[in-house]
């Protein structure tokens, strides 16, 4: 099945971050923001949402972002990279895929805070689901930029993973 039939069956549409994703789920439940806000109204989230999330030819960077809850990530189909920047600007590296032979993961968690960017790699696609806890909110989110990128990895990986970046 090609990535755009893929797309389609599963009623994907464009995620800001590239790709395509549908939310699968919420979780009704309600929970106290785990996390510090900048609106003290702000206090509470939906204790989880799911999405399928597809990268493809055409559409195959999930730029550089972070949020404030914690991801599970689960693989599906295809082959990708993960490229992690942790709070004390640890690098991180992984190829996620079907060949656990390899290493490759089925399932990986990446904690509130990290920043974050996936890419296929070797593959036609990348097919995941994400479970975001507490729920997903884009007032928890926050586009990676090239000046964070800098201070972070420094000026050499900064230019070489650019191309991470949202434009
Ligand atoms: N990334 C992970 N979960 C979500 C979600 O529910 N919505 C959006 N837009 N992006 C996500």
Redesign the pocket.
């Given at each position: 099945m090609s990535s755009h039939a893929l797309a389609d069956a599963l009623q994907l549409s464009p995620?800001p971050e590239g790709g395509f994703?549908r939310?699968t789920h919420e979780n009704p439940l309600t929970v106290p923001v785990p996390f510090p806000t900048s609106d003290p109204t702000d206090k509470t989230r939906l204790a989880s949402?799911s999405?399928h999330y597809l990268l493809t030819k055409d559409s195959p960077i999930g730029h550089f972002h972070r949020n404030k809850s914690l991801?599970y990530h689960f693989h599906h189909r295809g082959r990708g990279r993960y490229r992690l920047i942790h709070e004390d600007g640890r690098v991180e590296e992984y190829i996620v895929g079907g060949d656990i032979w390899a290493g490759e993961k089925l399932m990986w968690v990446v904690e509130g805070g990290v920043w974050k960017s996936s890419a296929v790699e070797g593959a036609e696609e990348l097919l995941i689901s994400?479970v975001?806890v507490p729920g997903?909110e884009f007032k928890d989110h926050e586009f990676m930029r090239f000046e964070i990128l800098k201070e972070l990895v420094g000026d050499e990986k900064a230019r070489e993973w650019n191309e991470f970046l949202k434009a």
């Open positions: 995620h994703f939310r949402t999405i991801t994400e975001v997903f």
